[in-house]
């Protein structure tokens, strides 16, 4: 008999996450656009309103997951939660560049807390012989902020102005705090323990054990990054600007439907299997989408990327979540998300410079020899850690 995965602190944990990503796809698109347009801000300015937001975001989710079992994961939840609502209402005063830099860094304070202890608590609520297929619907509340959030942005943007898109923030936001009021850990998981100090060793802010597998899964930050950054123009300069804003929706209509069954199967064959599927499928999205001249490839290039990205995304951190000791959990969470966000930094800028010497069919056709050497990566990985050891999960009876 399965053991039961859609348990009231799961649904809640995932609705709370679905509306934070939202809040934050919304502001993510949008910011820019109002930083130019309303603030009169310099476009060699305007990336500092990301780089902020991750830079803090990145600082902070070390220290988070070091003092997860200190102060509890459900009370370091809801104190992110707070903090994304208080930036979410503070928003209506930004009316300048250096006031919204100051609240994207306290913003992104609660951004790294709350998607470290998200990771952590779902992990723990997720019963071992289904994790691979729990952690897959769990992070496609995420893909489905990303293909919505952005949507509703710049939809409200155009419509009703900046306003409305604060308004939506906030009450997305009301409604993750919310969300997250509904969970509750059993009292032997949530251990607060005064001999737990602050420790700014390294070897304190980092969990060894998932760095590697961390690193792998930042090469494909770097790679999305030119997807996530540029893809909407690259629509444009082939003359499918009336589809662009489709490809996001079928990346995540895609992904709803396969993930019952990418989730299942990590959780019968392991983890090995999956990322090389993931992988190559995510290759074959690539190809398609350099090859796009009609929207029936762009979009099918969309559908590719969509399981291939967004199963591997999910399966790397299962993997990082499997590996660690039960106790760092937290610490190899925050490890997997400020290493994978800084080759996301790292990637939004490179990719940039490479865009302007090369072009979209070579940036995207190009990337797909940096897929192939990921391959090569994994396979070093899994080799030097033992496929058990790096996640082969028993097989559901």
């Keep these: 008999m399965k053991e039961k995965l859609w348990t009231k602190n799961f649904i809640s944990i995932s609705v709370s996450n679905l509306f934070l990503f939202l809040s934050f796809y919304l502001l993510l698109t949008t910011l820019p656009i109002y930083a130019l347009q309303d603030l009169h801000t310099k476009e060699s300015s305007v990336g ?66 709350a998607t470290t202890a998200a990771g952590t608590i779902v992990a723990e609520t997720l019963p071992d012989s289904r994790r691979g297929e729990g952690m897959g619907y769990f992070a496609m509340s995420m893909n489905l902020a990303m293909a919505f959030g952005p949507f509703l942005g710049l939809t409200a943007l155009n419509e009703f102005g900046i306003h409305s898109v604060f308004m939506m923030a906030f ?20 251990i607060k323990s005064k001999e737990v100090k602050f420790n700014f060793k390294l070897n304190a802010l980092i969990e060894r054990s998932a760095v590697k597998v961390s690193l792998f899964a930042a090469l494909f930050g770097i790679i999305y990054s030119s997807i996530i950054s540029f893809v909407s123009v690259y629509a444009k300069s082939i003359g499918l600007t009336s589809v ?146 790096v996640t082969e999960i028993k097989k559901i009876s």
């Design 48 to 113: 500092l309103i990301v780089s902020v937001f991750l830079f803090a975001a990145i600082i902070i989710r070390p220290i988070a997951g070091q003092q997860m079992e200190r102060f509890g994961k459900r009370f370091l939840f809801l104190v992110s939660l707070s903090i994304f609502l208080v930036s979410s209402i503070l928003y209506f005063l930004t009316d300048s560049l250096t006031s919204i830099l100051l609240l994207r860094f306290f913003h992104g304070l609660g951004f790294g807390i």
């Design 244 to 389: 662009g804003s489709y490809f996001f929706i079928v990346y995540a209509i895609v992904l709803l439907i396969s993930r019952p069954f990418t989730g299942k199967w990590f959780d019968l064959y392991g983890a090995k299997y999956i990322v090389y599927a993931s992988i190559i499928l995510f290759g074959a999205g690539m190809v398609l989408l350099s090859l796009s001249s009609s929207p029936v490839i762009f979009l099918i290039s969309a559908a590719f990327i969509g399981v291939g990205y967004g199963t591997l995304f999910s399966s790397l951190q299962t993997i990082v979540i499997q590996d660690a000791p039960s106790e760092k959990r937290g610490l190899a969470t925050a490890t997997y998300f400020s290493i994978y966000d800084l080759g996301m930094s790292i990637g939004s800028f490179v990719v940039g410079i490479i865009l302007s010497k090369v072009g979209f069919h070579a940036l995207y056709g190009g990337s797909v020899f940096l897929i192939v050497l990921g391959i090569g990566i994994f396979y070093l990985i899994t080799k030097q850690q033992g496929t058990n050891e």
């Design 171 to 190: 009450c997305f936001s009301i409604i993750s705090f919310i969300a997250g009021l509904l969970i509750h850990l059993p009292a032997t998981k949530v």
